[in-house]
């Protein structure tokens, strides 16, 4: 796995989402434009702390997604900044303005609800796995319905017929002598 790429990859794509994670990294990017460029050092311990400690957990050698979810929140706040930023700079421009700006404005308005709903609706479509059983859990009721065990006893309710597998203790002999109690 690529150091720092694969991470990278899994937290946008299945850690936050693709609305939220551009508008993160956006942010992220943006953030260390103002540092750098324009020397606007009031967000400098929060950008730092974010990518140090996403540089460091994405070059160790387990690089699996649940070890950045403390950084998850910081991103979030790299991109909360570069909408709410974005949406004051637009708010602020003169009334008379071209087509071209007048989109731009609603563009940049509108964005952030647009990420919000984005990344609500990529949450709730992310939990859907969640919400049916896992496909072995599912395979082993199949078998437990369809495959005759040692001993089945088929208990019938209405229309339907229930295959209870009964599990015997290894080894057992069943027989005349030794019979099977349900004590």
Do not use: C
């Amino acid at each position: 796995r690529t150091p720092i790429v694969f991470p990278w990859l899994n937290m946008l794509f299945w850690g936050m989402g693709l609305p939220l994670g551009i508008a993160a990294w956006v942010g992220w990017g943006a953030m260390l434009w103002q540092l750098v460029r324009r020397r606007e050092w009031q967000h400098v311990l929060i950008w730092v702390w974010g990518t140090i400690f996403f540089l460091y957990q994405g070059t160790l050698w387990v690089k699996s997604m649940r070890y950045l979810l403390p950084v998850y929140p910081i991103f979030t706040i790299f991109g909360a900044w570069l909408l709410v930023r974005g949406a004051k700079w637009a708010w602020g421009w003169p009334r008379p303005m071209l087509l071209w700006r007048k989109v731009a404005r609603g563009v940049l308005l509108i964005l952030p609800a647009l990420v919000l709903a984005g990344t609500l609706v990529w949450a709730l479509a992310f939990l859907q796995i969640y919400s049916r059983s896992l496909t072995r859990v599912e395979a082993s009721h199949w078998i437990f319905q369809n495959v005759p065990g040692p001993i089945s006893l088929p208990i019938k309710t209405g229309d339907s017929t229930f295959n209870q597998q009964i599990a015997v203790p290894y080894n057992y002999q069943i027989s005349l002598a030794y019979p099977l109690s349900a004590a």
